[in-house]
């Protein structure tokens, strides 16, 4: 079965500090990863996915993620955040379409931003 | 534009008194989901649907229901709610590729509430 933990369900940092939210997943087959970012009393947006081919990946709003397959691990970075970045981030892998396609989730981390 | 909508936004409800969250995606997507998300928990599947005609349980099915007539909607109904199904529910779709996988795209949310 798969899983997804991401360490850290609030992270803080200072406008213009490096962010990043942690994700660690399980899976038997090889993953289809995904982050997405929740603002307050909005739907799930994506931010970047990574499904097979180069290891980092770049998303919107300045944000990147890099799949590390032998740590298991889509980390996901941002190398100065802005106050607008504040919001709740999901790590997610994806089940294939013969198993169900559903997405399975992380307990998401809330990031604040400081002036 | 290409989204995913849902109806009502907002809801408040009473025990027993069946409803029907409403959902509908505008980019001809084969496959289509619908999540709750409740604090701690993050976001679980409650259903999902691979074309029209074809519904299966996700993880959490019990007092739901679903039916895809068309491929376009893909309404939630509860039957007889009850307050422990509080929560926020999210509606998404995808387009099935020849990986087997792709990224969701969500709704806006729906926040029910039942007294």
């Known amino acids: 079965a798969q899983s997804v933990t991401q360490l850290g369900s609030h992270v803080s940092v200072s406008e213009g500090a490096l962010v990043l939210l942690r994700c660690n997943y399980s899976?038997?087959?090889?993953?289809?990863l995904f982050w997405y970012v929740q603002y307050p009393n909005q739907g799930l947006q994506l931010l970047l996915k990574?499904?097979?081919?180069?290891?980092l990946v770049k998303g919107i709003n300045g944000f990147e993620a890099e799949f590390k397959k032998s740590e298991t691990s889509f980390h996901l970075t941002k190398p100065s955040a802005h106050m607008s970045d504040a919001a709740e981030y999901f790590c997610?892998?994806?089940?294939?379409?013969?198993?169900?396609?559903?997405?399975?989730f992380g307990q998401g981390t809330e990031l604040s931003v400081k002036p | 534009e290409a989204q995913v909508t849902q109806n009502p936004r907002y809801l408040i409800t009473v025990t027993g008194k069946k409803l029907t969250v409403t959902c509908s995606q505008n980019?001809?997507?084969?496959?289509m989901s619908w999540y709750r998300q409740d604090p701690g928990l993050g976001l679980r599947q409650i259903y999902y649907?691979?074309?029209?005609?074809?519904?299966d349980k996700g993880d959490v099915p019990e007092g739901y229901k679903v039916s895809r007539k068309e491929k376009r909607n893909f309404p939630l109904i509860l039957e007889s709610p009850s307050p422990n199904q509080t929560s926020l529910y999210f509606c998404?779709?995808?387009?099935?590729?020849?990986?087997?996988?792709?990224?969701?795209?969500f709704g806006p949310g729906t926040r029910l509430t039942v007294l």
């Open positions: 998404a779709s995808s387009l099935r590729t020849s990986t087997g996988y792709n990224e969701q795209f």
């Open positions: 899976s038997s087959v090889p993953p289809y």
């Open positions: 990574y499904t097979t081919g180069a290891t």
């Open positions: 997610a892998v994806s089940e294939p379409y013969n198993q169900g396609g559903k997405l399975i």
């Open positions: 980019m001809n997507h084969e496959y």
């Open positions: 649907s691979m074309n029209v005609e074809v519904t």
